[in-house]
């Protein structure tokens, strides 16, 4: 009986593959909070609400997510 379905090295790949996908992602978001010297964005986010900050974080986190996405997947 053959156990490739059981096999570790796709899940391990799979793994591999969205730590580092996390990583480049969280890198990229904080560069982008460093390149903004005016203000901190946590403080702007959380303290003085900023709605559409936080839509164009969110759209920003989109689109840094699918360039991630799209460079590992080839």
Excluded at 27 to 55: S, Y
């Amino acid at each position: 009986m053959d156990t490739d379905i059981l096999s570790l090295k796709p899940l391990l790949a799979a793994f591999v593959y969205s730590a580092i996908g996390i990583f480049l992602f969280f890198v990229t978001f904080f560069g982008l909070d460093r390149a903004v010297p005016r203000f901190r964005l946590w403080d702007e986010l959380i303290d003085k609400q900023n709605r559409a900050l936080a839509i164009f974080l969110g759209a920003i986190a989109i689109g840094i997510s699918i360039i991630v996405s799209a460079a590992i997947h080839g």
